[in-house]
């Protein structure tokens, strides 16, 4: 089995396709091998989990959900069992979306040059998935379980985020796209 050793210089001497300081990727022969092999696989993986752009958008997905929260939050309490929950799911998703999308459009995926509004509704129709497993699986979590509301918009979400991710990197501001026509 071929192994892979960090170069200690804190460059990446080799191919051109590096994944940056302090990797290098060529192969060489099984050495001591053990807990030292698992300690470095372990670094490259969670390195390559972490870097900035998966950190910024677990970051700004924190931020949406704070945003969201508040705003369901702030309904539940204002209008209670006047107006079902469902609504107050849908009205904060819609109302979050308008706020975050500046934030991951600028800061997270550095979006420009294309429409903005044409690029919003990129961004919500997948906000629109989200919305989708909100009102099936929330009531599911309430009604059949018993989960308040907000905890069960939170598990929810912690699935959500990861999916989210993906489809924002892959469609949404995927590289090249042109909403602008």
């Not at 677990?58 to 929260?69: D, I, K, N």
């Not at 799911?89 to 294309?114: D, E, H, I, K, N």
């Not at 509704?121 to 909100?134: E, P, T």
């Amino acid at each position: 089995m071929l192994t892979v050793r960090r170069n200690t210089a804190g460059f990446a001497p080799g191919p051109a396709r590096s994944p940056g300081p302090g990797h290098d990727l060529r192969p060489v022969a099984p050495s001591s091998g053990g807990p030292a092999r698992l300690r470095h696989l372990a670094r490259r993986v969670l390195s390559a989990a972490l870097d900035r752009r998966r950190l910024l958008y677990l970051g700004s997905g924190a931020l949406s959900a704070v945003v969201y929260y508040a705003i369901l939050g702030a309904q539940l309490a204002a209008l209670g069992h006047r107006v079902p929950y469902l609504l107050l799911l849908v009205t904060s998703q819609f109302v979050a979306s308008v706020v975050v999308y500046p934030w991951y459009r600028l800061m997270v995926f550095r979006v420009s040059g294309s429409s903005w509004v044409l690029g919003h509704l990129r961004f919500y129709a997948v906000g629109l998935g989200f919305l989708a497993a909100s009102v099936t699986g929330v009531p599911l979590l309430v009604e059949l379980a018993g989960i308040p509301i907000m905890v069960a918009q939170a598990l929810v979400i912690v699935v959500n985020v990861p999916l989210g991710y993906l489809a924002h990197r892959l469609w949404t501001f995927r590289p090249g796209v042109r909403t602008d026509h």
